[in-house]
T-cell receptor
Framework: LAKTTQPISMDSYEGQEVNITCSHNNIATNDYITWYQQFPSQGPRFIIQGYKTKVTNEVASLFIPADRKSSTLSLPRVSLSDTAVYYCLVGDMNNNAGNMLTFGGGTRLMVKP | KAGVTQTPRYLIKTRGQQVTLSCSPI?????VSWYQQTPGQGLQFLFE???????NKGNFPGRFSGRQFSNSRSEMNVSTLELGDSALYLCASSPRDSTEAFFGQGTRLTVV
């Protein structure tokens, strides 16, 4: 499983765009990149997933360069409620070994008023 | 559609006791995974069940076990509890082999 590296923490202010970058130098051909969000004392929540280029949904955008060795989660116009831990995961969606997610340390995002 | 339900939400046990935690997946989801989250170790994979069979197991001692029933509901059991087992135990269900997992609220276990 590809290991991921992301900043331990980030601070932002309400209304700003936040970009969290994740490094995954050993990403394999079949690996997808997935981001989860976790609030204190709750389970993680799926945010977005992508394989290459750019993916956008109602919550965030995910930018993946051509070499796929890194990815950037972009949160537009954050609010106080976006204060959470954000996890970047890399895994093979096509393997039949089951759903075994490997979480790293995550990035603790603090949004200030 | 109801989400993943874990019971109980909070639990206090004494060292040496055993505990059973329950997880009801989202209807139609056949894969159920369990995770342990502690401040020191973060989120760690315990095991995963699919159609009543354990498909994957994390690096935890044999005191941690689980099972899945024919209706996909799952239980995990921890025997001979230790203080270090105090953690948030999370269950996740998935509709297929995917990295999109749906997590429950967790069970906060405190061992005293």
């Amino acid at each position: 499983l590809a290991k991921t590296t992301q900043p331990i923490s980030m601070d932002s202010y309400e209304g700003q765009e936040v970009n969290i970058t994740c490094s995954h130098n050993n990403i394999a051909t079949n690996d997808y990149i997935t981001w989860y969000q976790q609030f204190p004392s709750q389970g993680p929540r799926f945010i977005i997933q992508g394989y290459k280029t750019k993916v956008t949904n109602e919550v965030a955008s995910l930018f993946i360069p051509a070499d796929r060795k890194s990815s950037t989660l972009s949160l537009p116009r954050v609010s106080l409620s976006d204060t959470a831990v954000y996890y970047c995961l890399v895994g093979d969606m096509n393997n039949n070994a089951g759903n075994m997610l490997t979480f790293g340390g995550g990035t603790r995002l603090m949004v200030k008023p | 559609k109801a989400g993943v339900t874990q019971t109980p939400r909070y639990l206090i046990k004494t060292r040496g006791q055993q505990v059973t935690l329950s997880c009801s997946p989202i209807s139609g989801h056949r894969s159920v995974s369990w995770y342990q989250q502690t401040p020191g170790q973060g989120l760690q994979f315990l095991f995963e069940y699919f159609s009543e069979t354990q498909r994957n197991k994390g690096n935890f001692p044999g005191r941690f076990s689980g099972r899945q029933f024919s209706n996909s509901r799952s239980e995990m059991n921890v025997s001979t509890l230790e203080l270090g087992d105090s953690a948030l135990y999370l269950c996740a269900s998935s509709p297929r082999d995917s990295t999109e997992a749906f997590f429950g609220q967790g069970t906060r276990l405190t061992v005293v």
